[in-house]
């Protein structure tokens, strides 16, 4: 393909995506409704429920604005030639390839951030701050961005420098090679993002001696899960929206709820989460996705060992000449309707796995409790009730509330 037929391919699939995400938000904000779900009544008042809508008002205007910001800033890169000419630019400089791409991709990063850090200081400090769930201190959201910044730059460059060596020294076949060392890496991050990442950002305590340890040690030994695997973490050191999840494969799995879940829920609901969670594991979700993520690991990398070594990509983004770093990001534009269907795909398994791992709590522990919880979870953050069918199924991981308790009665 000529530069300038894949500069319109290029163009035309930001274009038409960036079409496609407005379109899904807008149809989504005018499917809200007046009415409060007879589900939900208990819960929520008119006022309450007014506040949801105008909070997910808030949030859907807020969102077109950013993304049109980006939209037309990597719309201009692409037009003008951006990326090639910082490439040309920075090229004098460097002799080796590695350090050339470390130092492209580092600018790239590093200004695309500096101009968003106003949008993600407004989303914090004036939207979630207006709904009253931001708990981030300035100094929190300063330290947090230095240690994104140093881990992205430790973990990013890694993999960037092996990625582009073994392109540089083994030829196509890099893609197995480099296959094998993502899923061995996607591996150690499963296994120790609880013990050596999260505690980076938060502190995760074990579970404090009291009615909610004795309730869970109960739950616990009745279905055979290793107790001392769940911690509470300082969520409220961000925001006062709560959440749990399960982490990590084999010896090192851990469930972590949030103290703010905590604060805000009965033991029976707590237990009820703790017990979907405890499903997601013996579900086996955990390991499936592990699974599922490193075919997909495979197959994006044996389609990009066909496109790498493809001057012409580099020429579309206005360079002078081949480099890999310009290539790489041709074809993650050129990959992207690809990447979508698939994380089409992995939303529609991730739902079915919510109401698998709903099933379970409710047939080991209590559907009742967990339908209780998973109310006040809605409400407590505002989530929308009737998201548009059309977004749920291209965006949700989780299914909407009205479906979980349908599914739960
Ligand atoms: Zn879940």
Do not use: C
């Not at 470390?102 to 590093?110: D, P």
């Not at 709820?257 to 905590?262: G, K, R, V, W």
């Amino acid at each position: 393909m000529k530069p300038e037929l894949i500069l319109f391919v290029i163009l035309s699939i930001s274009i038409l995506s960036y079409l496609f995400d407005q379109i899904l938000d807008y149809i989504n904000l005018k499917a809200q409704r007046k009415d409060i779900p007879a589900e939900v009544e208990g819960f929520y008042n008119k006022e309450k429920y007014q506040k949801s809508l105008n909070y997910q008002k808030d949030q859907t205007r807020f969102s077109f604005i950013t993304a049109a910001f980006s939209f037309l800033l990597s719309l201009g890169m692409l037009i003008f030639g951006g990326f090639g000419w910082l490439d040309s630019e920075l090229r004098p400089f460097f002799n080796n390839e590695i350090t050339l791409a470390l130092v492209f991709f580092g600018v790239i990063m590093i200004v695309s951030d500096l101009l968003t850090i106003p949008f993600q200081w407004y989303g914090t400090f004036v939207i979630e701050e207006k709904y009253g769930f931001n708990k981030t201190t300035v100094k929190t959201f300063i330290t947090d961005k230095l240690k994104g910044y140093v881990l992205g730059a430790l973990i990013g460059g890694a993999l960037l420098s092996v990625l582009i060596y073994l392109i540089n020294s083994i030829g196509p076949d890099f893609w197995m090679w480099f296959g094998i060392l993502a899923a061995t890496f996607i591996l150690f991050v499963n296994m120790f993002y609880t013990s050596l990442i999260l505690p980076l950002f938060n502190k995760l305590t074990p579970l404090a001696e009291g009615e909610l340890k004795t309730s869970i040690e109960e739950f616990a030994r009745k279905i055979n899960f290793p107790l001392d695997n769940i911690f509470v973490m300082d969520g409220s050191k961000r925001s006062a929206k709560a959440n749990a999840f399960f982490s990590g494969i084999g010896k090192k799995k851990k469930i972590v709820l949030y103290d703010t879940l905590i604060n805000n829920h009965t033991t029976e609901e707590l237990v009820a989460v703790l017990a979907h969670e405890v499903g997601h594991f013996k579900k086996k979700h955990i390991i499936w996705s592990y699974l599922i993520s490193i075919i997909q690991i495979f197959f994006v990398l044996f389609v990009l060992s066909r496109m790498v070594f493809n001057e012409n990509l580099s020429i579309a983004l206005g360079g002078s000449q081949q480099a890999i770093h310009l290539n790489l990001i041709a074809f993650g534009i050129l990959f992207s309707p690809i990447s979508g269907i698939t994380g089409l795909l992995m939303s529609m398994l991730s739902r079915k796995n919510e109401f698998e791992a709903d099933a379970y709590a409710k047939e080991t522990f209590d559907g009742k409790a967990l339908s209780n919880a998973l109310k006040k979870l809605s409400v407590d953050s505002l989530s929308n009730l009737y998201p548009h069918p059309a977004y749920v199924f291209f965006h949700y991981s989780h299914p909407p509330l009205l479906q979980r308790l349908e599914a739960l009665k």
